[in-house]
């Protein structure tokens, strides 16, 4: 397709990242991580010492963190205020502080703006997070939740970070409900949003079959 921008939302560990880069490449699109950019942004809030109770702190410091933001699908790099973070962000100190930077409203809005921004630039897009179908891209061309069972989140997750499976299910059951209860912009899913629970499906089966919906739509 010559323009398109495909919306992939869903819980942590459904498979978004995975699948939403290779979808990325075969249209020959770009790439954009919303979680890597809330979490550059705690990797900040963390590096400024603020007190994660403080949501005027976190504003603060998320306001003044210039962000680099990668949207090559095959190398999607990070930095913030100059400094690589692709490392950092992915650790337990970032992953266990996210949920509560992303909750705060005025850090979401300020985010959202510079994914609009980033989505207008680019004619062929794919935006994975929580809220993309129903904040961010409301237009978009098409729009997947992502969902699998529990246990094969958690075991996809440790497989990838080499963590113990059960700690694992226990913190992405912990940001779910996070991510799901907050009052600004909760995960949940959008009303126009096509569901494929991925549970026992393969990333190449996964991306024929959203390849077969967007050619359908664009
Ligand atoms: O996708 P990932 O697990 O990297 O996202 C990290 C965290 O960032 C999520 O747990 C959620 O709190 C937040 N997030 C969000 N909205 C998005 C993307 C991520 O609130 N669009």
């Known amino acids: 397709p010559e323009r398109c921008v495909v919306a992939v939302d869903g819980p942590s560990g459904s498979g978004k990242s995975t699948v939403s880069?290779?979808?990325?490449?075969?249209?020959?699109?770009?790439?954009?991580?919303t979680g890597a950019m809330y979490r550059?942004?705690?990797?900040?809030?963390?590096?400024?010492?603020?007190?994660?109770?403080?949501?005027?702190?976190i504003t603060k410091i998320a306001l003044e963190t210039e962000l680099s933001i990668g949207t090559d699908p095959l190398a999607p790099h990070f930095a913030a205020n100059g400094?690589?973070?692709?490392?950092?962000?992915?650790?337990?100190?970032?992953?266990a502080a996210v949920?509560?930077?992303a909750a705060v409203p005025a850090v979401r809005k300020h985010l959202v703006i510079l994914q609009q921004a980033i989505i207008g630039a680019h004619p062929r897009i794919v935006v994975e997070g929580r809220?993309?179908?129903?904040?961010?891209?409301?237009d978009a061309d098409l729009k997947v939740y992502l969902t699998a069972s529990a246990a094969a989140r958690a075991q996809r997750r440790s497989a990838e970070d080499a963590t113990d499976v059960v700690a694992t299910r226990a913190d992405l059951a912990?940001?779910?409900?996070?991510?799901?209860?907050?009052?600004?912009?909760?995960?949940r899913q959008a009303s126009d949003a096509v569901e494929v629970d991925t549970t026992g499906m393969g990333i190449d089966e996964v991306v024929a079959y959203l390849l077969k919906l967007l050619n359908s739509k664009v």
């Open 21 to 33: 880069r290779r979808l990325a490449t075969v249209v020959d699109g770009v790439y954009l991580d």
């Open 40 to 57: 550059a942004v705690t990797w900040a809030v963390l590096q400024g010492g603020a007190d994660l109770t403080d949501p005027d702190a």
């Open 83 to 95: 400094v690589p973070v692709d490392g950092p962000i992915r650790g337990a100190e970032v992953t």
């Open 99 to 101: 949920s509560a930077v």
């Open 131 to 138: 809220d993309i179908a129903s904040v961010v891209a409301p």
């Open 174 to 187: 912990r940001r779910d409900h996070l991510d799901s209860s907050r009052a600004a912009d909760p995960l």
